[in-house]
């Protein structure tokens, strides 16, 4: 007894899934991510503007670009549900790791040792004192009072030192 295994239907890229009119999904192709959220998506020759989900919303905008992306249509406009997954290992490799960070990816926590990193800036507050450090290398100490207390010697090396 022979068996024969279906086929699966080919769609070619940017294309509506079934009559263009009537579709209520269509695969097409990021061509932007605009700077309030939404995608521009190319399905055939028609460009559209269209919502997307929280889980393509982790992808970075620039690695959406050209990618494939599966919608439906909702009322008069369309969402993107997902990202088309790659064929080839080029494209997989290039989507790895393109979560948006969260912030606590920025937190290294051992018993022995607590790291906070930041890109820019990380600030320290409790009240009305506060510890900041920025991208630039300077770090600013604001305080009612400040006391620094040590039992070896408190070294203070610049190129100068400014006092009041």
């Known amino acids: 007894m022979r068996t024969t295994k279906p086929e699966d239907p080919v769609v070619p890229a940017s294309q509506v ?3 263009s009119n009537t579709a209520m999904s269509a695969i097409g192709e990021i061509t932007d991510v605009t ?3 939404h995608l521009t998506v190319r399905i055939g020759e028609v460009t559209h503007v269209v919502k997307m989900t929280a889980t393509i919303g982790r992808f970075a905008p620039e690695k959406l670009l050209s990618r494939e992306v599966l919608l439906l249509r909702c009322g008069e406009g369309w969402v993107a549900l997902d990202v088309m997954e790659p064929n080839d290992i080029v494209a997989r490799e290039l989507l790895q790791g393109t979560e948006t960070p969260s912030f606590f990816d920025s937190i290294e926590a051992t018993p022995d040792r ?25 770090i600013t100490t604001r305080a009612e009072r400040l006391l620094q207390w040590a039992k070896g010697a408190i070294r203070i090396k610049g190129g100068h030192v400014d006092i009041n």
Do not use: Q
Not at 116 to 138: F, Y
């Open 17 to 19: 899934v079934g009559e």
């Open 35 to 37: 700077p309030d959220g």
């Open 114 to 138: 607590l790291v906070l990193s930041a890109l820019k800036h990380l600030e320290l507050r409790v009240g009305k004192s506060s510890i900041v450090i920025n991208d630039e290398g300077k």
